[in-house]
């Protein structure tokens, strides 16, 4: 059993800085430095590859927040518009991944990329375990996903004083085998295009879905929740993608 500790924080004056928020700024910075290294190792366009991620960054944090409000909280949402504008009152993760999906489309369009766009977003697929690692190490110092009561020898001890599921962590324990598996196979400089996107996707959404289900206080809609529904049609996109990409220039 893990125990209970209060999340780290540092104030300096009327400014609080909290661990959650200095892992996700370490998240965002390790991928960009993976992703400069790559795009090196690749022969791609670091300003190309930087401008992807920057509205990336940008459109998947505002549907993050946005998402949140309407998929998990729409009542308090209709009740108080004025919370949408309060980006760092809560944020999705489903919806970072509409939002960087918007990103990365409307940056395709506006940079003409043309054929070579897959490139760019395998290059973002490759590094973005790195950054989700520490983005859900934040999530567990932070206990933002507490789940169900259980006497696995990773539960925590929570403020209530009942052991359990801390799903920040457990993603995060998770997402560092991804990570691995994705540096080893990056060795190889010939996968086929979308190869990183579509795996990223496959093995990403069935283990979201079942830790859904530890999960408590999250809203549902016909017995699954938001991020259930997410995780099927992003095992269907990852799908789609993996087998498409056998037929794209390697």
Same mark, same amino acid.
């Given at each position: 059993?893990?125990? /209970?500790?209060?999340?780290?924080?540092?104030?300096?004056?009327?400014?609080?800085?909290?661990?959650?928020?200095?892992?996700?700024?370490?998240?965002?910075?390790?991928?960009?430095?993976?992703?400069?290294? =790559? $795009?090196?190792?690749?022969?791609?366009?670091?300003?190309?590859?930087?401008?992807?991620?920057? %509205?990336?960054?940008?459109?998947?944090?505002?549907?993050?927040?946005?998402?949140?409000?309407?998929?998990?909280? #729409?009542?308090?949402?209709?009740?108080? #518009?004025?919370?949408?504008?309060? +980006? %760092?009152?809560? +944020?999705?993760?489903?919806?970072?991944?509409?939002? &960087? $999906? *918007?990103?990365?489309?409307?940056?395709?369009?506006?940079?003409?990329?043309?054929?070579?766009?897959?490139?760019?977003?395998?290059? +973002?697929?490759?590094?973005?375990?790195?950054? %989700?690692? !520490?983005? =859900?190490?934040?999530?567990?110092?932070?206990?933002?996903?507490?789940? *169900?009561?259980?006497? !696995?020898?990773?539960?925590?001890?929570?403020?209530?004083?009942?052991? =359990?599921?801390?799903?920040?962590?457990?993603?995060?324990?998770?997402?560092?085998?991804? &990570?691995?598996?994705?540096?080893?196979?990056? /060795?190889?400089?010939?996968?086929?295009?979308?190869? !990183?996107?579509?795996?990223?996707?496959?093995?990403? &959404?069935?283990?979201? !879905?079942?830790?859904?289900?530890?999960?408590?206080?999250? $809203?549902?809609?016909?017995?699954?929740? #938001?991020?259930?529904?997410?995780?099927?049609?992003?095992? +269907?996109?990852?799908? %789609?993608?993996?087998?498409?990409? =056998?037929?794209?220039?390697?």
């Amino acid at each position: 059993m893990i125990p /209970y500790f209060k999340q780290p924080s540092l104030s300096l004056g009327p400014v609080s800085i909290h661990a959650f928020g200095v892992l996700v700024a370490i998240g965002i910075f390790a991928s960009l430095f993976l992703i400069r290294r =790559r $795009a090196q190792f690749l022969g791609l366009d670091l300003a190309l590859s930087e401008g992807m991620v920057m %509205w990336i960054l940008i459109a998947g944090f505002i549907m993050s927040h946005i998402f949140d409000r309407f998929a998990y909280f #729409p009542s308090e949402t209709f009740n108080d #518009p004025l919370s949408l504008l309060k +980006i %760092w009152g809560g +944020i999705s993760s489903f919806g970072g991944f509409l939002g &960087a $999906a *918007i990103g990365a489309i409307l940056f395709i369009r506006h940079s003409k990329m043309g054929s070579e766009r897959w490139h760019y977003l395998d290059l +973002i697929a490759y590094a973005f375990p790195i950054g %989700w690692l !520490f983005g =859900r190490t934040g999530c567990f110092v932070a206990y933002d996903h507490p789940g *169900i009561p259980t006497s !696995f020898f990773l539960g925590q001890l929570y403020s209530d004083g009942v052991v =359990r599921h801390n799903l920040g962590l457990e993603e995060a324990l998770y997402t560092l085998s991804v &990570a691995v598996l994705f540096f080893v196979l990056g /060795y190889k400089k010939t996968r086929p295009e979308g190869f !990183f996107v579509g795996l990223l996707s496959v093995v990403y &959404a069935p283990v979201r !879905f079942f830790l859904d289900y530890l999960r408590i206080n999250d $809203a549902r809609y016909f017995q699954l929740t #938001p991020g259930q529904y997410g995780s099927i049609l992003l095992l +269907i996109f990852g799908l %789609w993608v993996l087998r498409h990409s =056998r037929n794209r220039k390697t």
